[in-house]
């Protein structure tokens, strides 16, 4: 990897690090050796949380728990830093073992997910927690801008209510893959809904949240196109 690589992605990420070894930490991932970046992944997970869950308390002041506690899980999901991930172009600047470089490790989202929350935790131990609270809710803010209520709702009680709506069908749900060790498992499902013309695909670490990532992804497609 080199410097102007880094250098490149602390401008999309908005810091420049005092300690940049952090940053080289917060990038490499564990099939590269023993040192790498699970332990700030955890840090990181823990102030992203908090930092979503404020936002949203302060965005939604008539929000209910349930409903805060919702969109949370839909901002912090794996999908969601996969996709915060490859808009900074993370995946170009990882560190990955041989095995993972080979199989395109560069683009899995859980190691993509996983560097985000790495390099929060990276930056709250280079600079603080303000500036780490900062960098997360301005990678965040369109995202955050974009919410409602409405969206609170669990993605598959909203596609079946805009089904139901409409007279049609409920949606079916398939799992079509398992992959994994057991405590490492990736589910992949597939939703088939009457009016789309192929079913479209969820995959996650359980079944159930690869149902709602199809379910999602259904009601995106189904609503765009009414």
Not at 146 to 159: F, Y
Request: charged share 30%; net charge neutral; with cysteine.
């Amino acid at each position: 990897m080199t410097d102007i690589l880094l250098e490149r992605l602390c401008l999309r990420l908005g810091h420049q690090f005092s300690r940049p070894e952090l940053l080289e930490l917060a990038l490499t991932h564990r099939s590269a050796g023993s040192r790498n970046n699970e332990r700030l992944e955890f840090l990181g997970d823990s102030i992203l949380g908090f930092t979503i869950g404020a936002a949203l308390f302060e965005k939604f002041p008539q929000g209910r728990e349930g409903q805060l506690s919702r969109l949370r899980a839909q901002l912090v999901s794996g999908e969601t830093l996969a996709k915060l991930a490859r808009e900074m172009e993370i995946g170009d600047c990882l560190r990955l073992g041989e095995g993972e470089m080979k199989s395109g490790g560069f683009r899995r989202a859980s190691i993509l997910a996983d560097a985000v929350e790495a390099l929060i935790g990276a930056i709250y131990l280079d600079a603080g927690l303000e500036p780490a609270r900062q960098r997360v809710l301005a990678w965040f803010a369109s995202r955050l801008e974009n919410l409602s209520l409405e969206t609170a709702k669990d993605p598959k009680t909203r596609l079946q209510e805009w089904l139901q709506a409409r007279q049609r069908p409920l949606p079916e749900y398939t799992v079509v893959d398992v992959s994994g060790a057991e405590h490492a498992q990736r589910f992949v499902v597939e939703c088939r809904v009457k009016g789309l013309s192929a079913p479209v695909r969820g995959e996650a670490s359980s079944r159930r949240s690869a149902e709602k990532i199809a379910a999602t992804e259904a009601y995106n497609r189904l609503a765009g196109e009414d």
